[in-house]
């Protein structure tokens, strides 16, 4: 079993920068591909960025496409999503999971439990 720890997150402005950070427990890690989704206030968690086990494919919402950029170290165990530009539509609980290949939450068996970004205007 694959446990996920998410971090960075935190208090910024509009149009600053933040690096979430996702560590996993297992090298297994690798087998898998890897997603961050969102959740807002009152709003179902959505799909933010995917990207593949051997890091050559992602995917990225529309919301967050060319402001984003998620990216993974396999031999470190980690996967990372650098968020520029930020807005405060991106105020969300991010989180981290872990599973097979799609953009929905269906796909991944394994969850962090989160990290909250705040996005001031």
């Known amino acids: 079993q694959v446990q996920l720890v998410e971090s960075g997150g935190g208090l910024v402005q509009a149009g600053g920068s933040l690096r979430l950070s996702c560590a996993a427990s297992e090298r297994t890690f690798g087998n898998y591909a890897i997603a961050w989704f969102r959740q807002a206030p009152g709003k179902k968690r959505e799909f933010v960025a995917r990207i593949g086990w051997s890091a050559g494919t992602t995917t990225y919402s529309d919301s967050v496409k060319d402001r984003f950029t998620i990216s993974r170290d396999n031999a470190k165990n980690t996967v990372n999503l650098q968020m520029n530009s930020v807005k405060p539509d991106d105020t969300a609980v991010y989180y981290c999971?872990?599973?097979?290949?799609?953009?929905?939450?269906?796909?991944?068996?394994?969850w962090g439990p989160g990290t909250q970004v705040t996005v001031s205007s």
């Open positions: 999971a872990a599973g097979s290949w799609g953009i929905s939450e269906t796909s991944y068996y394994y």
